[in-house]
């Protein structure tokens, strides 16, 4: 049975974000957030199917007018509420107070360690200060389950155990995402140019992994097959991923996509037919073998 619903609620972000993976979807659906209806019928006949986990996301789900009222009565049905966001709205203390209590688990992205970097990836001026006022509204919420997000580039590379640093530093943070830029959207456009060789993650990641578990918070990595990691394949996203269902628009009425495996737009090439971990590896983005080759991929033995 499927138990995690996600649901793309906004066509819209304050934010231009220079890897954003959404933004051809954002471009062609502008403004068309799902309606009050539409989410209601969403969320009862998944329900009724057995969802119980609902992850809102966009574009940025802060700037829907309707997401007070769309947590509550997920959490009415038994939903428990997941949200990504860029802090947006949650930087705004009133907005704060009203939605924080209504989530369970709360994803902020963060890019960068300082406003110079941050906003320079988002394309923003301004996101990094309204990010901290959120990450400060955030801690305030003891039963908050507070995770970041942080898309790693060749900007951000260098300075990315800076930028661990400060999440680490801000109270309440509990697990922390490291993700490849997703070959989509802005992502797919120079894909080459920003995206992170897998021997760089490979030699990084245990320094990384260590400064996170010295701070109890969990690291974990999305987008990457298991071999980059070197010995730190437990902190691979794709060993913990539950099947889900993703309901966004698409052309006149709404999309469902059933994710079982975290394979999309994925592949494994043929020299993983040797590969010890190839039932659980997820593996490498199609894009990135047409960029970089295999070169970077280590078969494991049996
Ligand atoms: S060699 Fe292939 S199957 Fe094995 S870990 Fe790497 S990408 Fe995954």
């Known amino acids: 049975m499927i138990r995690r619903l996600e649901m793309h609620l906004t066509y819209g972000c304050v934010q231009g974000c220079v890897f954003c993976s959404e933004s051809s979807r954002l471009a062609r659906f502008r403004g068309a957030h799902l309606r009050a209806a539409e989410v209601a019928r969403v969320l009862a006949v998944k329900r009724r199917q057995g969802c119980d986990h609902l992850t809102l996301t966009g574009g940025e789900p802060t700037l829907h007018p309707g997401l007070p009222a769309v947590l509550a009565a997920a959490r009415r049905l038994g939903f428990k509420t997941y949200v990504t966001s860029n802090g947006a709205r949650l930087a705004e203390a009133g907005y704060a107070r009203l939605v924080l209590p209504l989530i369970d688990e709360l994803c902020l992205s963060v890019h960068g360690d300082d406003a110079e ?158 590969c010890a971990l190839r039932q659980d590896c997820g593996g490498v983005f199609r894009r990135h073998l047409a960029e970089f080759g295999t070169a970077g991929l280590r078969p494991m033995r049996p």
């Open 117 to 274: 970097l941050h906003d320079s990836l988002t394309r923003c001026s301004g996101s990094f200060g309204r990010l901290r006022r959120a990450l400060a509204a955030a801690r305030c919420r003891r039963k908050l389950f507070l995770l970041t997000n942080t898309v790693v580039t060749r900007r951000n590379w260098a300075r990315l155990e800076a930028v661990l640093r400060f999440i680490l530093a801000r109270p309440g943070v509990r697990h922390c995402l490291l993700s490849q830029v997703a070959p989509e959207g802005r992502g797919a456009q120079d894909y080459g140019r920003q995206a992170v060789p897998f021997s760089w993650w490979r030699r990084k990641l245990p320094a990384l992994a260590r400064l996170a578990e010295r701070r109890g918070a969990v690291l974990r990595v999305f987008g990457l097959p298991l071999c980059a990691l070197g010995k730190r394949q437990d902190c691979s996203n794709d060993l913990y991923f539950s099947p889900r269902v993703t309901v966004e628009r698409g052309g006149a009425g709404l999309r469902e996509t059933v994710s079982l495996r975290p394979t999309r737009r994925r592949v494994q090439p043929p020299l993983c037919l040797r």
